[in-house]
Nanobody, 120 residues
């Protein structure tokens, strides 16, 4: 298991940018595919983005393509989510997760979440 702590969420205005960070400790960080999920009030959790163990491959859900960028620094045991051109519909609790594969069902370690609120 790996322990994850997210940070960076806050209240911003539409069009603003925000960078989320997720610091990992415990087992070898570079052994995990890392992902970002989000959950808005009254909605199901959504798989937003993921990055391979080396950082060479990434995934984005359609609604964030071209606006969000995921990256990782294996030396710092940290994964980031750069969010640009934020929209009110991006408002959610954002969770960092670690998994063995790209499948959302395989992400077994989770952070506590960080709130992102985008005002119109």
């Amino acid at each position: 298991q790996v322990q994850l702590v997210e940070s960076g969420g806050r209240l911003v205005q539409a069009g603003d940018s925000l960078r989320l960070s997720c610091a990992a400790s415990g087992r070898t960080f570079s052994a995990y595919t890392m992902g970002w999920f989000r959950q808005a009030p009254g909605k199901e959790r959504e798989f937003v983005s993921a990055i391979s163990r080396s950082g060479s491959m990434t995934y984005y859900t359609d609604s964030v393509k071209g606006r969000f960028t995921i990256s990782r620094d294996n030396a710092l045991n940290t994964v980031y989510l750069q969010m640009n051109s934020l929209k009110p519909e991006d408002t959610a609790v954002y969770y960092c997760a670690a998994g063995r594969t790209w499948s959302p069902a395989d992400f077994g370690s989770w952070g506590q979440g960080t709130q992102v609120t985008v005002s119109s």
